[in-house]
Structures are given as C-alpha cells and as structure tokens.
C-alpha cells in the first residue's frame, strides 16, 4: 500500500473515529433515534474491526432496517439479489464491510473474502449477536458493475457511513446523483461511468470524485446536438450539487458530459482521457456502449488512427512556437503539453494505449529506457520534473514562475523533443522490420495450409515456395504473379536478417503481401467448400428439406434447413456406419466442428445410415442427388 494511500487512510479514520449522530440531519427521527441505541456497539466495532484489518478496510456502513426499505423508499425493497443479502429482521444491525483486494496476492480473492467474513462475524457476534456483518470486496462490487448488477450501489447509497476512506461517499453520492439523473433523463443517458483516481486506487484526502456521462445525441431532432448536450449538462451539474446536499459529501463531484457522437470521434482520435476513461471506469449505468468498448480496448482493438498519431507527433513544435510570446503561468502550462502529447504519441507509436500524464513517465522509462535501451534516462526526469512543476502549480504549492525557471523549461522542452523526434525513427523502424517479419510468417503459415489442403502433409520451409510453384502454378491453379509475391517475401525475410533490408522494400512487401494473403484465404475457402459438400447427405421429408454431415467419426443432422431458429443434433457413426447416441447440439457446436475438421478425400455411406434416415426424418423421407 502506497504512502499517499496510507496517509489517506489515516485522515479518513480520524474523521471517523466515533459515530456522531449530531452530523446526521437528514436522517428522520427514527432513524437517529435507533442510531444512538446501536452507536457504542458500531464505535466498538468499527475499532476492532480496522485495528485488526486496516490494510483492507475501505469502509463500514450501517445498512437500514427492513421497514425502511420497503416500496416506500425511492429505490425500492431490500435488494435481495445481492449475494448472502436478504431482508433482515427488524432487531438486527446489519452492517456492511467494503474490503480492498486490489493488493492481496497470498490468497485468492475468494479465499481474502472468506477468511475475513469468519473473523469479522466472531468480532460482531461477541459484540452482540444481533450484529450482522456482510463482507464485500471491491472487485466483486466492480464485477456487479460490468454484468449490469447495480443492487450493492443501491443498498450502499441507503446506509450511513459508519467509517470510511472515500470509497462509500463516492458510491453513495454518484449512486444518488444516477438515479436522479436517470429519474428525468433516462431516454438520454447511454453510460453513467465512476472513473478517475479513486478507482484507480491513487485518491487522495482532496481528489475529486469523477464522474462521466454519455448522452445519446442520434435522434436529436427539436434542438442541436451542441444544444441537447449544454441544456442537458446544466441540468446535470445541478443535480450533483443537490445530491452532495442530500449525502453531505459537497463540492467534491466532479461531473463530465459527453454526447454520443463526441465520444465516438474522441476515440478516433485517441484522446488519452476517454482511453484512461475506458480502461477504468466502472459503469454504474450502461446501455451496452460502455462495456464493449472497454473490452474492445481489452484486446487491442480500439486503436489510434496513423492521423491521430501524426498529429500527437507534430503537436509540440506547433506549441513551443506559441512559448516564446509568454512568460507567465500559461508558458507552464503549454510546455507540459508540448511534451507530454509527443510522449504519449511514441507510447502509442510502440504499440501501446496512451497512458494518463502521471503514468506518462513510468511507461516511457520502463519501455524506451529499460526495455528497447532507446532513449536515456535524462530525458525522463525532464518529463518528470515539468509534470511536478504543473502540479505544485495547480495546488498552490508554487505562486509564480520566474522568468528563469520559464526558460529552463523552454530550453528542457526543445531538448526533449529533439531527442523526441530521433526516438520517433528509432520506433519506425523497429515496427517496419517486425512488420516484415509478421508478414513473412503469416505468408508461410497460409501457404503451408493451401499445399496441406493438396494432399501435401509434410512441407518444409526452405522447400516451400518449390512445393508452391510445382503442385499450384504449373497445374494452372494459381496464378503465376501469386509466387513472385512469395518469393518478394521471403527475399525480404533474408534480406532483414541480413540487414539489408531498405524501406522501399518495406512498402512493396506490405503492400503486395496483402493481395497475396486475400487470394490464398479465398482458395482455402473454395477449396474447403467444395470438400465439404461431398460430406452431405440432403433429403426432404413432407415439405421440409433436412441435412446430415458426417464428419469423421461423428454426424451432425440438420432438420429444417430453412428454419432460422434451426434445431440440430448429433450422433457418433459407429464401424458399421450406423448412427447411435443421438445428442440435442447448436450451430456454435457445428460451426467449431467444421473448424477442427481435417475434410476427408471421399465419404462412404453404408447401409444402415438409410435407416437411421427413415428414423429421423420418417418413413416418406427421400435423398436429393446432384442437389
């Protein structure tokens, strides 16, 4: 656990030492009036509790009794979907234990939970018997979130904070924020999105509790989009100030709106904040936009544009021109972006999503410094220490700059991006060699499958493009320009081990290795088709039409072939040809066996397989020939 977090911690357990129902003046009479009978039992609790356990307890919050959370309440009964969560017995404390695990490594997840739930239920049970602990980790909360389970933020944002190092106020008070939001705007809303530091797990005492929204802006029709979404996020603004009323937590969310279609074009473009944004966030409401595409980013999928890549590249210059005409705080400020955006541009260059301005550096140091040996450690510290000034700036540490230090870091600026610019060629051109590379196997790969698919089983590499021009080019079944592009790819293979490799060569392998990858796929294809009607058996029975495909050992059988909603079986053959075992199967089960499957030369159908037919599709069935 890192100092900051831990000097968090302790501020947070400070402020939360004891249960003071004095600060509590939204709460009705009853409640406060059954607050004081249980405050000396929480107090001591919630000692033994994070004296025992500090390291993972994020919070504790006492949740309502059962007759406060009956259809009356805004967010209906007790959630009693929530796992080991139900309805609890007027008499009973339930209380809630919102515990850490972004660090336990010595145990699983699931084994933390269980350990702690056993000892925290001891410390309540000798307490008072009718204290009832319900152990919550956080990845399991966030995991709720991904698979659109809200109930545990529901039940959060009904409880009192009992104690807490930030976590519970930021879901309670973004829960509360969502419904209210979701109440007047739902047909708007596409993703309500916890981001930033907190679930980060880099918060400190003053970060702010970051929220996004994205509102659907395709159907827009009586106003603008740039209107829908001002309009919108006034109103949104609004209730955030409202609901900090409502929870007490005030001036500390932090609320971002976006329109659908500014997302999207921010994804295009790559913006750091929305990749960060994706990467972290933790969709308290989605509509099926968030979640994809943060899987989609998951597997490498949303990537930048060269164009945006060009233009993250090219943006220092244009802004260390616009530093010499200021000498004030704003110089600062351009000389953070002007070498920040470039930094992240060569992140991305290698390979990689953009990381955040407090990640840029780590990430520069441990692939260019320590990793590829590209760039000297100097240059590093010159991010790092641009990105300090910025900072003791925007919290009031520093009040002004002089003139010298403005120049220092101009001057550190040039010089960074000087050496920028030459790790920009360094990076071209490792990936346009690793590119040769990728395209040489990816060839050799597809063309070792075309000649095994000939009837060649072994085919050897330096044998291979021989094997290429005798079994498909002088028997007319490719044509000849098809293995001049392999051999230009294999002549650059050797060429890049040799290191004579030129960019020109690059370029014309890149190019003509596509056309030479899309014909063989399309061959495979045909070739793969044809194969595979000799494995069918077509009948029609009555009005309808059905199939069996016998795959090797195993026979899949189609029913109604023009039926969308297909209902499929399958069988084993057996030595004598007949089918036994019948199984119920899916397309997803055909599909992935057609996949797997070595097609055979030619298919035997034996005599009893007519019988089975007349079993399956009944005694007036009939077989197609030359369907």
Partial sequence: MSKRRESYKEKSAKDNLALDTKRLPALSKEAKERLEKVKGKLDRFQKEVTTKFDKYIMGISLLPPKDMLQPKSPFGPYPSTVPGTQAPPADEINVLILVDDSDSKSMLKYELQQKLSTIIAKIAKDIDPKLVPDVVILSELWQNCYDGKYDLLKLISLGYQVYDTGMLSAIKIAEIHKQMVLKKFERYIVSYVLAGSLVQGKATPESDIDVFLVIDDTDVKKMTRAELKDKLRAIIIGMGLEAGDITGIRNKINIQVYILTDFWDNIKEANPI?????????????????????????????????????????????????????????????????????????????????????????????????????????????????IQVRKDIEHGNVKNLSGAQIEELIVNAEKYLKRLKKLFKQIDKIKEEESVVQTY???????????????????????????????????????????????????????????????????????????????????????RGKELEKTKIRVKHGSKFGEVILLGKEAFIIHDIDNEEKDISKAEIDDKGALKNFQKSSLEELEKALTKLEIPAKVFIKEPIFENLRDIFGKDVEILINY
């Fill in 274 to 386: 929305i990749f960060t944004f994706l990467r972290d966030g933790i969709p308290f409401y989605d509509r099926g936009i968030f979640m994809p595409w943060k899987l989609l980013l998951k597997l490498g999928k949303v990537k930048p544009s060269p164009e945006a890549i060009d233009i993250f590249m090219h943006s220092g210059d244009q802004m260390l021109s616009r530093i010499r005409f200021k000498l004030d705080a704003i110089g600062m400020e351009d000389t953070f972006y002007a070498i920040l955006t470039p930094s992240q541009a060569a992140i991305m260059l290698y390979g990689l999503p953009p990381p955040t301005p407090k990640e840029t550096p780590d990430v520069m140091r441990d692939v260019f410094v320590k990793k590829e040996k590209l760039l000297e450690e100097e240059y590093v510290k010159i991010l790092e220490k641009n």
């Fill in 441 to 527: 196997e990816s060839c050799i790969t597809i063309a070792r499958d075309v000649l095994k698919l000939e009837g060649m089983d072994d085919v050897k590499t330096k044998e291979l493009v021989d094997d290429f021009e005798h079994v498909l080019i002088s028997k007319g079944k490719v044509p000849e320009k098809y293995l001049r592009i392999l051999q230009q790819v294999v002549k650059a293979k050797a060429d890049y081990d040799s290191g004579k490799l030129t960019r020109s060569d690059i370029h014309n392998v890149q190019k003509n290795s596509k056309t030479l990858v899309k014909f063989l796929i399309e061959y495979i294809q045909r070739k």
